[in-house]
């Protein structure tokens, strides 16, 4: 690749990989093609330099669960203290009141968020359809590309509504013959299944209290035939575990085995609750899953057994979870919350590196890629570069460690696929004031229950 400029990123403070690259890395097009060993200069013909020496390199930090449209009822009075199956019925009624625009603002914010505090590829679960809703990940595949970020956008599903003993209000669900109509048309358009792929979809039926068991079975059929994953919530709590006992007779899990999902096809949200021989028969069937950690504290879940899944095979991601249940899309503080719940979990000794590394190469594997993740020849240019001379980080001595210890918040820089899409703390081209401004009107409007619907556009 002659003809394609090469940037050597030279000497940082910190670098996050396996390999030497303590005098920094050479990007050409959109992939990494060289690590700079300590001492060395690159071998690649190179006509730019970014000299990195305030700054430590991480892997683009990658999240695997997500709803974003919930970043408009952040801190709402009436889900601010309750565990999730009363939060939910709590929020239910709020979210059907979903329109457009509140969500292309919403998906805006969280994507902000995610990429500033140094994240270059999200997953997001939607299953949110409500009338008018119907090209929800639509806005979402703009919102993205607008970004310059990578996604895995997840066509999910309600089926399930009170009527029929589910969660949720029958105004917030669908047929499934619509579900999976919709499911294929996005799969058809949008999906990309190559290296460097930008956009990716998978299909997502919303949780077993929420799902038919038709929709489970059918959507697996779906993915299986276009090659695309599946995710759903999986043992987040208890009161889950009593649900699928009650109306299946069957364990979360053994309910997943039953519906045709359990393989490594599908990744699961929190993944809490499991027992030893289910703890296995993940790690058996490569099933994977994304740890919230933060989202679990804050709701009263429960403590994922990461160390336990890893031992047994299972690839483990971190999730930052919706913004109703965190109330934030901060990636990298994200991992300093897995950090220390896990090492409540099993101890001390659980590495700042080991945290890290779930938030990046465990969590590429969640999803099922191997071209992003890590630092290395021939992995896509996806890099989130911290400072750490700021205020919280005088006296810090492991920079990579400082990360998580000191509570790094915000990347500096950040580049995907070889492009800077943040700069100086910020995402050049993005009116920030106008955003938020924009987003908290729809926030007001959505929680007034009094009012009509789309009373602002
Ligand atoms: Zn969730």
Redesign the pocket.
Known sequence: MPNITALWIKNPQGILSSTDAANGIVVQGNKIVELVPTGAVPTTAYTQVFDASKHVITPGLVNT?H?FYQTLTRAWGPAANAPLFPWLQNLYKVWARLTPDALDAAVRVALAELLLSGCTTAAD?HYLFPEGMDESIDIEVAAVRDFGMRATLTRGSMTLGEKDGGLPPQSTVQDLDVVLADSQRLIEKYHQSEEGATIQIALAPCSPFSVTTDAMRESAKLAEKYGVRLHT?LAETLDEEEFCLERFGLRPLDYLDSVGWLGPQTWL?HGIHFNADEIQQLGAAGTAVAH?AT?NMRLASGIARVLELEAAGVPVGLGV??SASNDGSNMILEVRQALYLQRLRYGADVPVQRALNWATAGSAKVLGRSDIGKIEVGMQADLAFFTTDELRFSGSHDPIAALLLCGADKADRVMVAGQWRVVDGAIPGLDLPELIHRHTKHAKALVDLDAPVRQYA
């Open positions: 669960h709803h679960h919530h949200g919230c989202s979870d919706g």
